[in-house]
């Protein structure tokens, strides 16, 4: 069965320092999605993209990030200048399509350590 | 606001037995309501989607009813299994962004 992959599955990463987080999203499906889950926290919507544009963004979701798909199967998340504060599981996902009933297939998911 | 509330917290049910979760939301304009499933350091697992026009969706032994007129929802599990243990979340859909309740902790004893 298809799934949707990530990596790394930890990163440990220095305050300041930039991360890329790394998904591929099922084959074909045209929508995805960032989410991020602070420990012990519920899980919180960070973007959505399609046809290669952010669809939504929350609040969370500020200058320091930014998304893009580079080659047509990566989805990346990227972090500029980490803060402590970013400490948390990072979820990929993603949609055949962006229809209401159209399930949502989730990651395993990147757990990041800003130290 | 947009917030998505679950009760209870966490609950414990033997083996075997029925329960039902709750969530109760205020998000609007309102596109979808979704159940997932987590276990502990993975990612959530869909069981139902149900649109403003559909009052309940089952999956097996879940069952999930929404009433959008008092913008509740609950998810029946029935016949609990040890491999139910796990949070259950309920999530509403605006356009393309989610919100999260912050989920029921199960837990099924043997």
């Known amino acids: 069965e298809p799934e949707v992959t990530q990596t790394p599955s930890h990163q440990v990463t220095q305050m300041g320092q930039e991360v890329i987080l790394r998904c591929v999203p099922i084959?074909?499906?045209?929508?995805f999605y960032w989410y991020r889950q602070i420990l012990g926290q519920k899980v919180e919507f960070l973007v959505s993209f399609y046809n290669n544009e952010i669809s939504e963004k929350s609040e969370i979701f500020d200058d320091q990030f930014s998304v893009e798909r580079p080659d047509g199967s990566n989805f990346t998340l990227k972090i500029r200048s980490t803060k402590l504060e970013d400490s948390a599981m990072y979820f990929c996902?993603?949609?055949?399509?962006?229809?209401?009933?159209?399930?949502?297939?989730f990651g395993p998911g990147t757990r990041l350590l800003v130290l | 606001k947009n917030q998505v509330e679950q009760s209870p917290q966490s609950l414990i049910i033997l083996e075997g037995k029925n329960c039902t979760l709750q969530?109760?939301?205020?998000?609007?304009?309102?596109?979808?309501l979704r159940w997932y499933k987590q276990d502990t350091g993975r990612g959530p697992v869909s069981l139902t989607i149900m649109t403003f026009s559909e009052n309940t969706k089952s999956n097996g032994r879940y069952t999930a009813t929404l009433d959008a007129d008092t913008k509740q929802s609950s998810l029946h599990i029935t016949a609990s299994q040890l491999s139910d243990s796990a949070s259950y979340i309920c999530v509403v859909a605006y356009g393309q962004n989610f919100v999260f309740g912050p989920g029921t902790r199960l837990s099924v004893l043997p």
């Open positions: 996902a993603s949609q055949a399509a962006g229809g209401p009933r159209e399930t949502q297939y």
């Open positions: 084959s074909n499906h045209l929508y």
């Open positions: 969530c109760n939301y205020t998000v609007s304009p309102f596109s979808n």
